[in-house]
């Protein structure tokens, strides 16, 4: 099968070209001068993408799909969460695959790879969290880099559930950069945060805004400082995951201008809510926006030193931590947000993002003046798949890369909400927002899966990445 997409604007990190593109099976085989070459005639299917962009299929480097987490399951499974996805112009993502306390990380591999296979509708790697740390779980990270999980994400937060203490993340990371592997960090002070959230309580302060609250910024400011410190003692690369607060930022700013490999992300959540707006919205709504890190405080400046931080590339990704729960009950799993209705520590941390953040980014970073359409392509698409070695397979426009192609609209308004997601979750973090760009056609390895405002993908059609481990510094 030959596919010719012809007439469009070819978008990469680098470059905005017109230009036809030619896929033979799975693989992008030509990019060649409008017309200029006989293509038209040999394809099998022609697209005309006259007027519109032609991008790479994005990847979201950081969901949860069906996580058992705070009393209940993130709404989306890999079914339903990765078709959502392709919604929304993501070929690819990389899950995090869990080991529990007493179990090891081979189970919670298996356990994750049962999950997904035949199940995803885009393809999927996997990251392992890192939930207990000990001789021989560390002696099991070999297996997993060759099993192509390359990336350990570990925890300061969270006590009594996932968290590590410091000599437990010395040690992963002492592993880790022995193996060529990439530690993730969850980079809160969660024994601080959960004396504060225990007075908060005793005070009767019960609502969700209090979640907010319970976890100022400095929190993960200090968290990000120690997290950069032992990975230095380590020597290895560091990625900060969905980073809200500018204290933690300015670390990393610190840590890249001494030459450290400390790379983060941030979420559309902390560049597009606040705390004043959203998590303090009336009654239960503020439960919506619940999650970790927290969405921050406007008036501190945090979403504007984020935006920022994209723009200078002292953060290098976007990603989502999709990890919704419904606010009624949802049909199968039950309670979910309500499970926190007066008492916000019990709220489940998580929220829905994965069909939103490759639109929302290209409204909040191109449209309105931010950054390139190239500096979108990069944070959105390049590199997660550099930084998580899965490019040039997977992040870019290429000969020989795969035919993970998305046309887009740059032109057309419209207006996000619930009642249009795909995502299996009863509500949009972004309900009414008005935004300028969409995803149109979606193709997966070659394969067309949405197109004509029709999903034309099959359950399955996804494939695990196994990954490389880290490389050059990005
Ligand atoms: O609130 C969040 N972030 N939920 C998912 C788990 C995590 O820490 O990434
Ligand atoms: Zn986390
Ligand atoms: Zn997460």
Known sequence: MSTLIKGGTVITAIDSTDADVRIEGEIITGIAAPGSHDWEDT???VIDATGKYVVPGSLDIHTHMELPFGGTVASDNFES????????GTTTIVDFAVQVKGESMMEGFENWMAKASDNCAIDYGFHMIAGDINTDTLAEMDKLMELGVTSFKLFMAYPGVLYSDDGEI????QKASQIGATIMMHAENGIAIDVL???AIERGETDPVNHGLT???ITEGEATHRAIALAELAGVPLYIVHMSAKE???EVTIARDRGLPVYAETCPQYLFLTLEEHLSAPGFEGAKYVCSTPVRKQAEGHQEALWEGLVRDDLQVVSTDHCPFCMGDHPTLGTQKQLGLGDF???????PGVEDRFQLMYHGGVVEGRFSVNRWIEVCCTAPAKMFGLYPKKGTIAVGSD???VIFDPDVSWTKGAAQHHMDVDYSCYEGMEVQGMVETVLLRGETIIENNEYLGTKGDGRYLPRTGAGPRL
């Open 43 to 45: 394809a099998d299917t």
């Open 81 to 88: 969460g990765t078709r959502a996805a392709a919604w929304g």
């Open 170 to 173: 010395l040690r992963a990371m």
């Open 197 to 199: 959230r225990e007075q």
């Open 215 to 217: 976890r100022p910024a």
């Open 248 to 250: 933690a930022l300015d």
């Open 345 to 351: 520590t019990a709220i489940p941390n998580g929220l």
């Open 403 to 405: 035919a993970d192609i």
